[in-house]
């Protein structure tokens, strides 16, 4: 059972550079999110979406930007990327009805 | 600061039980969570608990919920080297499934 895929695990970027980190889902979930952790303080919400096509910012958007084209896949865009942004980033889905969260295994990003 | 808070770190002998202790702010939650993190890997849920509930029971695990003090808690019953990980506690806050996660608690089992 795949669950919840994110790729990459790891990444190196430079100030000012973009990237997408990439998430699938294959439970047929209607809600996906995007966190970020950082030592000490936790999970912060960045984007989330209920449905194809609906998406929402959470508590930390700036800087980043979502799209849901499919149920499926929940990509998360860096755009002109910042060392704030150093983190590891969580994908999770969730059918909606007890909030239970299944999360990816993270991506590890590093911005020098 | 946290709407969830949580104590960042816990040791605890195996064998011994351990309780971990979350307060939260938003009395109009829902659903209360606890969350386990293994080094390396994503959050799996262990357990959770229904805002109408005070108790829930499942093997291993207690949780205990105090909505007048907004104060949550789960003890592991002889704790095993295994159980070594960071526990979060989260509270549901609305309708769209979001959850509001404390920072964490590192429980570290020692033999």
Redesign the interface.
Known sequence: NAGVTQTPKFRILKIGQSMTLQCAQDMNHNYMYWYRQDPGMGLKLIYYSVGAGITDKGEVPNGYNVSRSTTEDFPLRLELAAPSQTSVYFCASSQGNTGELFFGEGSRLTVL | G?D?EQS?FLSVREGDSSVINCTYTDSSS??L?W?KQEP??????LT?IFSNMDMKQDQRLTVLLNKKDKHLSLRIADTQTGDSAIY?CAE?ADS????Q????TQVVVTP
């Open positions: 946290e969830v960042l829902t659903y969570y969350y390396g890997a994503g959050l799996q849920l959770y979060f549901r769209w499934g979001k959850l996660f404390g920072a964490g």
